[in-house]
């Protein structure tokens, strides 16, 4: 006999497209609902609220659909208390483990709910000392206590904007933008940044070569500078032709002020990471002399942070490039606390990657040429993503010109 659970859900879900979400995955995993309640919001500004009745072939794939609808904000009416089961063996979660979401999410234990830390899609959660955290797979150790199946969890959709025109980020009710005014997107995204700062948050970045090659990154190492970029999170790639283009004035070979390439300029990106090699570092090379301007000289400069994470392809790499991915994703989690918005420009690795870490209620704006990078970036659960597509290069003169006031 099929078996059934009363849910719920909360939010703007018509306008958004929620709930026809939710019955869609309900019929695509094999399941079947009956709409119980539905309250739709009268004013743009109000919530709609959903009561469904939800049934499956058994209770194990009701729990596979229950953890699946919650990546949209459903949750049980009754969820009551969490099941904890060991952990038997390192680096292997128990079969019926709860699958996480990076919506914020509470886990009852006994009477009390308790907040999940840095909530992380694609995570376990790990019990210890009456707190609840996220652990990928590759971490969880034998005897470690974990959440299993979908009892005693509730999810939290972020709230979403409904401003007036002009107020705050307008352009969030689209995932991406193409034919919207740049310059006010990017006058928006400016005062996000500010008001982030004040309120004593972190910016991160997320970079790709195409910051360089486009000649952007005297615009990036300005906003380095103002303030507006306290992490970056970017690969092998970025760090050398950065560094490449401070050295030798080119990048991938090409002269950035003629925009042509120069004899022997193939060379200049290894003879680049051979440099910093020999040095020691990239502080190493900033702190010798031999490095002076560029991206990477600014962060060191001014004290921010970086993390460099390589793939199969790169060349040398430079000696701050973490070359194991598992060891890379460590360093870029420990960068998230304090986060309070994230731009991701000109790479889809490595926005795709950090999407796949940051929690939902972290701002996350993506700017590409491409507008696939966007698109897959929310399709991989970053639902917050929002996409410009752009020019990098005229994006970041763009940005630096509304952050950094001019010299006199």
Not at 190 to 209: D, H, N, S
């Amino acid at each position: 006999m099929p078996v059934t659970e009363t849910l719920e859900i909360r939010g703007h879900l018509m306008d958004t497209g929620v709930l026809a979400s939710v019955l869609d995955d309900v019929l695509a995993y094999g399941g079947d609902y009956v709409i119980d309640r539905l309250d739709v919001g009268r004013a743009h500004s109000d919530e709609s609220y959903a009561r469904l009745l939800v049934s499956a072939d058994d209770r194990d794939a009701l729990a596979r659909l229950l953890m699946r609808l919650q990546t949209h904000g459903v949750n049980q009416v009754d969820p009551g208390e969490a099941v904890l089961r060991a952990v038997d063996r390192d680096g292997v979660f128990p079969e019926d483990f709860y699958s996480t979401t990076n919506l914020e999410t509470v886990v009852r234990l006994g009477a009390d709910w308790v907040p999940v830390e840095q909530p992380e899609m694609d995570c376990g959660l790990v019990v210890e000392d009456g707190r609840v955290r996220t652990i990928p797979v590759s971490d969880v150790k034998a005897g470690m206590e974990v959440v299993c199946g979908a009892g005693g969890v509730k999810v939290v959709l972020p709230l979403r904007e409904h401003s007036t025109a002009g107020d705050g980020f307008e352009f969030m009710s689209s995932s991406v933008s193409s034919e919207k005014p740049q310059g006010l997107l990017v006058r928006q995204i400016a005062q996000t940044m500010r008001e982030v700062k004040a309120e004593g948050g972190r910016i991160l970045w997320v970079g790709g070569p195409g910051v360089v090659h486009t000649g952007a990154a005297h615009a990036l190492v300005q906003l380095v500078e103002a303030g507006f970029v306290d992490v970056l999170f970017a690969g092998n790639a970025l760090a050398t032709h950065d560094i490449e283009a401070a050295l030798y004035g080119t990048s991938l070979g090409v002269d950035l002020a003629q925009g042509k390439g120069v004899e022997h300029g193939h060379e200049h990106h290894i003879r680049a990471i051979n440099t910093v090699r020999r040095a020691g570092s990239i502080a190493d090379a900033v702190a010798q002399g031999v490095l002076t301007g560029g991206i990477m000289h600014a962060l060191v400069t001014h004290g921010k942070e970086f993390v460099l994470v390589g793939s199969v392809r790169d060349d040398g790499p430079l000696p701050d490039v973490y070359t194991d991915v598992i060891e890379g994703q460590r360093a870029m989690r420990a960068q998230l606390p304090g986060v309070g918005f994230a731009i991701m420009v000109a790479t889809m690795l490595h926005s795709i990657a950090t999407g796949n870490i940051l929690p939902a209620s972290v701002p996350l704006v993506c700017v590409d040429i491409h507008p696939a990078t966007v698109t897959k970036l929310a399709d991989r659960g970053s639902s917050q993503a929002v996409g410009i597509v752009t020019d990098i290069g005229l994006f970041l003169e763009q940005l630096a010109r509304e952050l950094v006031p001019p010299t006199t």
